[in-house]
């Protein structure tokens, strides 16, 4: 079957730099994509990994390793703003290209 | 401005009821989608539609029904079948089945009272 893990709250100060982890397991993996939700929101697309390495937007970075089918958000100098729910999600030939989300991990940000 | 409409943001149902969920895009997408989440979990994708008067089941499809006669509108119907439905719903659009951006409305609470 089709499974995602990540923390379900992490915390961190207000500057700092944090990790979030999410490990999968799929066939015929096609990518990995974070999302950001608001409480009472809707998510928003941060970013998508689909081969090995780093991808950099701005204050966030996102990781994958294919071969430990393992990622991460990274997030860097943090903001009061950044206060949310982060999700990943996969996409694989096994859900017929949906995406399948991780249950969520939620960043606490103290000043 | 582009986007996805959903409306209205709070409903309340009765036991019994059937009520219909809205969602408009005029982001000129093919594909829309219907998630469920309930408190402190990931989202569970309920019913997905690729094309005009075509669409498919996702993981928990059962006492919902959906259309999709336009490519703007994709409303989803939770009937009376459905014995838990108070949660969070999220409709969303993507330009084609494998764009790796998924768009969202703002989402509509459910409550049954």
């Known amino acids: 079957g089709q499974s995602l893990e990540q923390p379900s709250e992490v915390t961190a100060v207000e500057g700092a730099i944090v990790q979030i982890n999410c490990t999968y397991q799929?066939?015929?993996?096609?990518?990995l994509s974070w999302y950001q939700q608001h409480d009472g929101g809707a998510p928003t697309f941060l970013s998508y990994n689909a081969l090995d390495g780093l991808e950099e937007t701005g204050r966030f970075s996102s990781f994958l390793s294919r071969s430990d089918s393992y990622g991460y958000l990274l997030l860097q100098e943090l903001q009061m703003k950044d206060s949310a729910s982060y999700f990943c999600a996969v996409r694989s030939l096994d859900s017929n290209y949906q995406l399948i989300w991780g249950a969520g991990t939620k960043l606490i940000i103290k000043p | 401005d582009g986007g996805i409409t959903q409306s209205p943001k709070y409903l309340f149902r009765k036991e019994g009821q059937n009520v219909t969920l809205s969602c408009e895009q005029n982001l000129n997408h093919d594909a829309m989608y219907w998630y469920r989440q309930d408190p402190g979990q990931g989202l569970r994708l309920i019913y997905y539609?690729?094309?005009?008067?075509?669409?498919q089941k996702g993981d928990i499809a059962e006492g919902y029904s959906v259309s999709r006669e336009k490519k703007e509108s994709f409303p989803l119907t939770v009937t009376s079948a459905q014995k838990n439905p108070t949660a969070f719903y999220l409709c969303?659009?993507?330009?084609?089945?494998?764009?790796?951006?998924?768009?969202f409305g703002q989402g509509t609470r459910l409550t049954v009272v």
């Open positions: 969303a659009s993507t330009p084609l089945r494998e764009e790796t951006e998924a768009f």
């Open positions: 539609s690729q094309i005009v008067n075509d669409f």
């Open positions: 799929t066939s015929g993996f096609y990518g």
